[in-house]
């Protein structure tokens, strides 16, 4: 499957993976900084943003995305940032592909198996007629009853775009999404693990990664570490990019 991505900067390759119902844009801020410093590859994965959509859509799936955007791009290896969904395709690229990562970063997710949180909010989505729609301000009145938080309605109508005739129309492949959402909470079993350096960064608002959780996280990436942004929450890029941006940073160098 061949991929949309941008690439901004020069220097060492560094990939970066969004999460569920995101898409490469939501990266643009962070990575015009990374780019200071190295070549990204802000990466929309399958049934997202631009790229190609497909009724198979699980964490194999995406890492053999991964792997042939790679060595189409000519890229032996790279550093790997992905964040909670995207965190999940690192991992599992890195652990059936280790000799293409040179660092791993994965924001507030961990490999253990997490309860699908989006069912109810993809429900909603997919119960929107976006036919009856003619502006955005109408699909964010009719969605305010189901997701009430704003900041989380503009995320998700980032993924509502408009055909050449002016329809909207949905970019993400919600039904896709909907019937994979228990693949994408599944934990990721490997029998062999990644030595490569990683960085695990979580928020100390979330409960995504738990004290325990390292433990199996040391068990696949032994050269793991934590960190904690207190103030962050799952978004952690978001809630505090000049925090995280120095965390990575410092850890790449």
């Known amino acids: 499957m061949e991929l949309h991505f941008r690439t901004l900067g020069e220097g060492s390759p560094l990939i970066i993976l969004h999460g569920l119902l ?28 631009l790229s190609p959509h497909s009724p198979e859509f699980g964490y194999d799936h995406m890492a053999r995305d991964l792997h042939e955007l790679m060595n189409a791009q000519g890229l032996t290896s790279a550093h790997v940032l992905g964040h909670s969904m995207g965190g999940k395709t690192a991992m599992q690229f890195a652990l059936l592909y280790p000799d293409q990562v040179e660092k791993l970063v994965v924001v507030d997710i961990s490999p253990k198996a997490h309860v699908p949180r989006q069912s109810g909010t993809l429900q909603a989505l997919l119960t929107l007629d976006l036919g009856k729609f003619h502006h955005r301000a109408e699909l964010d009145a009719a969605l305010a009853a189901s997701v009430p938080d704003e900041e989380l309605r503009q995320f998700l109508l980032t993924n509502v775009a408009r055909d050449k005739a002016g329809a909207f129309h949905w970019k993400a492949n919600l039904s896709a999404i909907w019937e994979n959402r228990r693949l994408l909470g599944a934990a990721l079993e490997s029998e062999r693990s990644c030595a490569k350096p990683a960085l695990f960064i ?3 608002k979330s409960d995504y990664v738990a004290d325990s959780d390292l433990d199996l996280i040391r068990r696949l990436f032994p050269h793991a570490v934590m960190q904690t942004i207190p103030e962050a929450g799952h978004w952690v890029h978001a809630d505090e990019p000049e925090k995280f941006l120095s965390l990575v940073m410092e850890f790449l160098a």
């Open 22 to 49: 995101g898409s490469l844009h939501n990266w643009l801020p962070l990575a015009r900084q990374f780019a200071e410093r190295f070549k990204v590859f802000a990466v929309d994965q399958r049934n997202h943003g």
């Open 202 to 204: 979580r928020g100390g």
